[in-house]
């Protein structure tokens, strides 16, 4: 079974500046995959990115980037030059093999002027 | 093009009443998922349809809920006899067919307040 941890409730940062969310994950698959989503207060989760473990280089998708490290079972997300519309709950989360999701506890990010 | 929507947006019961929730994924997607999100907490998976069968539902929390896909499209998860603690957001997802690596793309959820 996937277990997914992230251990920040709750995180501030200020406008312009980059901030890196944590997520740890178990998993006894050989071939997996890591998401990052994002839920704003309106409540849709809107998915950031995405990257398999078969994957060489860490995965960007514009302001976002995955810190994929396999031996640690870490996948930290960068956001870098946060703007104000960036807060909202941060969640990663781990597929099964049927693609079921497992998701962390998410981290609250509030990005500050 | 369209994206998963969610009917109700909003859902208001009394305690022992029967709700249903209904999901409309993207087009030519096969795989359907729900979720439930409880105040504060990440979503916990309920069931799984590929098509029009329900792959896994070792999710659902008891037999007072279930979740039909008839068509392979729309889906609908019945809840009877609703209790207070079914109060949560209920999240619909698809992907094209399944497979682990597929972003799920997900609706605005339906909120169920049992009162």
């Known amino acids: 079974a996937q277990k997914i941890t992230q251990t920040q409730p709750g995180m501030f940062v200020q406008e312009k500046e980059a901030v890196t969310l944590d997520c740890t994950y178990d998993?006894?698959?050989?071939?997996?995959?890591l998401f990052w989503y994002k839920q704003p207060s309106s409540g849709e989760m809107i998915f950031l990115i995405y990257?398999?473990?078969?994957?060489?280089q860490n995965a960007t998708e514009g302001r976002y980037s995955l810190n994929f490290q396999k031996a640690r079972k870490s996948a930290n997300l960068v956001i870098s030059a946060s703007q104000l519309g960036d807060s909202a709950m941060y969640f990663c989360a781990i597929p099964d093999s049927w693609g079921k999701l497992q998701f962390g506890a998410g981290t609250q990010v509030v990005v500050t002027p | 093009g369209a994206g998963v929507s969610q009917t109700p947006s909003n859902k208001v019961t009394e305690k022992g009443k029967y709700v249903e929730l209904r999901c409309d994924p993207i087009s030519g997607h096969t795989a359907l998922y729900w979720y439930r999100q409880s105040l504060g907490q990440g979503p916990e998976f309920l069931i799984y349809f590929q098509g029009t069968g329900a792959a896994d539902d070792s999710g659902l929390p008891n037999d007072r809920f279930f979740a039909v896909r008839p068509e392979g499209s729309v889906s609908t998860l019945k809840i009877q006899r609703t209790e207070r603690g079914d109060s949560a957001v209920y999240l619909c997802a698809s992907s094209p067919t399944g497979q682990y690596q597929e972003t799920q793309y997900f609706g605005p959820g339906t909120r169920l307040l049992v009162l």
């Open positions: 990257q398999g473990s078969y994957d060489e």
């Open positions: 998993t006894s698959d050989q071939s997996y995959g």
